[in-house]
């Protein structure tokens, strides 16, 4: 069974910076697509970004120029560094491997900006 644990949420202020991280437990974490999503209380999960197995990547325009998405296959582990970060960047975000529809989730970790 695929486990994901995401850690490196917290609470920060306006135009702050945090970074997140997601390990994964399966062994053929390097041939699948790997994202981060976000879900805010009362609102839908939605994209943030996305990293193919071949490092191309793909973000929100909402966050485009102010988040970054990487991994290191070797260490089965994506990351999302997160900077200038807004209150409506406020929400658990998710580590997701495979896809929406049929892959695998992590638990989540919350982010917090204050304004």
């Known amino acids: 069974q695929v486990q994901l644990v995401e850690s490196g949420g917290g609470l920060v202020q306006t135009g702050g910076s945090l970074s997140l991280s997601c390990v994964a437990s399966?062994?053929?974490?390097?041939?699948?697509?790997m994202g981060w999503y976000r879900q805010a209380p009362g609102k839908q999960r939605e994209l943030v970004a996305t990293?193919?197995?071949?490092?191309?990547?793909n973000y929100a325009n909402s966050v485009k120029g102010r988040f970054t998405i990487s991994r290191d296959n070797a260490k089965d582990t994506v990351y999302l560094q997160m900077n200038s970060l807004k209150p409506e960047d406020t929400a658990v975000y998710y580590c997701?491997?495979?896809?929406?529809?049929?892959?695998?989730w992590g638990r989540g970790t919350q982010v917090t900006v204050s304004s």
């Open positions: 997701n491997l495979g896809g929406v529809l049929y892959g695998f």
């Open positions: 990293i193919t197995r071949g490092g191309d990547t």
């Open positions: 399966t062994s053929a974490y390097s041939t699948y697509e």
